[in-house]
């Protein structure tokens, strides 16, 4: 992929009913790597929605999300599944881990999925857990973790794979100061390394920080700023 921009959008529509208000109307960005990109707009003026496109989880009702300069979106499911798998590191509002596996299960997976050899994945886990301290939580369900363990855990599956994008939907919303730091370091740090780092958040101090913000309107349109961030 070029390091010039990774993901994008080119006149990118989507309503969840036929017919309805588009929640994302006609919205053309680039997204820059290396850097981290911020998300912000009110609550329900479709950030989840808009990194759910990008991370081609839904289809877009008009106009594309291009990958690398290539239509991505409307490929069929099973490339589009293959190009997630393979370049997409996804922490879920709520971290969205399945309550029936062990975190190190639900860290590993989806690696296990794109083809990691098990032994590789379980000691990268165990070092990114380690990092964001949940490495004594390896056995544990998810049932038993707090809200800030479980967040720390979907950055932790995200980031395991070593993705060139990373989409992640709030991923401080649920951490006290000193965790959400770590996180946002992680972020940045990962977003060093040449990858294109996607953060929607409703924390102004954060998002402020960001290389790049892309401000999303209740009306699904887009305002961007480029900045220095730190
Ligand atoms: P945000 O993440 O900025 O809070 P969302 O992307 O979650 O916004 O939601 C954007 C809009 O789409 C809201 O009006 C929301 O109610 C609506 N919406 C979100 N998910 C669904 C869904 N699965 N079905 C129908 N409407 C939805
Ligand atoms: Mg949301």
């Known amino acids: 992929m070029s390091s010039a921009s990774v ?7 989507f309503a969840y009913r036929a017919g309805a208000v588009p ?8 997204l820059p790597a290396g850097a981290v990109c911020s998300l912000t707009g009110p609550s ?6 808009l990194l759910y ?15 690398d300069g290539r239509p991505a979106s409307s490929l069929p499911d099973a490339a589009r599944s ?11 509002q709520d971290a969205l881990l399945d309550p029936s596996r062990t975190v190190l299960a639900n860290v590993c997976d989806a690696a296990l999925f794109a083809g990691m050899p098990r032994a590789t994945a379980t000691a990268r886990a165990r070092d990114l857990m380690g990092r964001f301290g949940v490495e004594h939580r390896g056995d544990h369900r ?10 720390r855990v979907a950055i932790c599956r995200a980031l395991l794979t070593d993705p060139r994008v990373v989409f992640a939907d709030e991923p401080t919303g649920n951490l006290d100061d000193t965790s959400a730091e770590i996180v946002w370091q992680a972020l940045v740090d990962h977003a060093a390394t040449g990858a294109t780092v996607v953060v929607a958040t409703h924390d102004k ?11 999303l309107t ?8 480029t900045g220095v961030g730190s």
């Open 82 to 92: 293959r190009l997630r798998a393979a370049h997409v590191g996804f922490v879920f």
């Open 44 to 49: 329900g003026s479709g950030k989840s929605t």
């Open 142 to 151: 998810p049932g038993e973790i707090s809200g800030g363990q479980a967040q």
């Open 23 to 30: 929640v994302i109307d006609d919205v053309s960005l680039d």
């Open 218 to 225: 209740v009306e699904g349109r887009v305002t961007t700023r």
């Open 53 to 67: 496109l990008l991370a081609l989880m839904l289809r877009p009702a008009g106009g594309e999300v291009v990958w």
């Open 7 to 13: 993901v994008g959008t080119r006149g990118l529509s």
């Open 205 to 215: 101090t954060l998002a402020a920080r960001a290389d790049h913000e892309v401000r």
